[in-house]
């Protein structure tokens, strides 16, 4: 197995925010505003380690070695910061740094949008997927890296959602309703929330001509 210097080795323990947003969402079948919400609170709370991602450096600079993933600048662990902070969930997700500063000297003159890594371990141990229990707390994470982790069951796109429910209502007999569908929908794609993602889908027009009426017979289907 090749080497992988000590800032690969470091940087594999440490999840991206959207790595982790997907994580939660597993975890919890909850949506992407949900999952987010939890980590502001966690983060709030302190209760996972994170760094700042370091800046690339500037054109025509070059490092000897692999440089340190982290930046040098403290996360913060104000409960109002993570609370009110603006997060874009684009790429690796980014963190628009508003924080205030003793020094008003050191303030940057733009708000600036940083990348924000977190421990895995912690992440982990906090939103444990299905199957897995939460680890006892006096568990390093040293050790917890050295067992493999369940992959994270990534919400399903809405072309795969699309598919799964044409084949679902080109099945012969009664056409499902739409919380029958939603349920086996669900079953099929088991990190997708039922919110926005698959009802979303079962609203449009459609499956709404597909579905029978109330107190109707049932219609027939287009060729």
């Known amino acids: 197995m090749p080497y992988k210097s000590k800032a690969k080795r470091e940087r594999a323990r440490w999840m991206t ?9 597993a975890a919890e079948c909850s949506d ?28 025509g600079f070059y490092s000897v070695g692999d440089p340190s993933p982290f930046s040098s600048d403290q996360v913060p662990t104000d409960a109002l910061y993570w609370d009110s902070v603006l997060i874009f969930l684009d790429g690796d997700g980014r963190v628009i740094d508003q ?39 006096s568990q390093t994470d040293s050790a917890s890296t050295t067992r493999p982790e ?9 072309d795969a959602i699309l598919r799964a429910a044409r ?18 929908l669900l079953a099929k794609f088991p990190g997708t929330s039922r919110e926005p993602f698959i009802r979303k889908v079962l609203q449009s027009p459609e499956f709404k001509a597909l579905r029978l009426k109330p107190g109707n017979q049932r219609k027939k289907r287009k060729n």
């Open 17 to 25: 925010l959207r790595e982790a947003v997907n994580h939660v969402q």
């Open 150 to 158: 369940m992959p994270v069951q990534r919400p399903a796109s809405a």
């Open 32 to 59: 992407e505003v949900g999952a987010l919400k939890q980590l502001r609170m966690a983060l709030g709370d302190g209760d996972i380690p994170a760094h700042w991602a370091a800046e690339p450096l500037p054109p």
């Open 99 to 137: 924080q205030r500063y003793d020094d008003e000297a050191q303030r940057p003159p733009l708000p600036r949008p940083r990348a924000l890594l977190l421990l895995r371990a912690r992440v982990v141990e906090l939103w444990p997927l299905q199957g897995q229990g939460r680890k006892d707390s």
């Open 167 to 184: 084949e679902l209502y080109e099945q012969p007999g009664k056409p499902p309703n739409q919380t029958e569908a939603e349920q086996q």
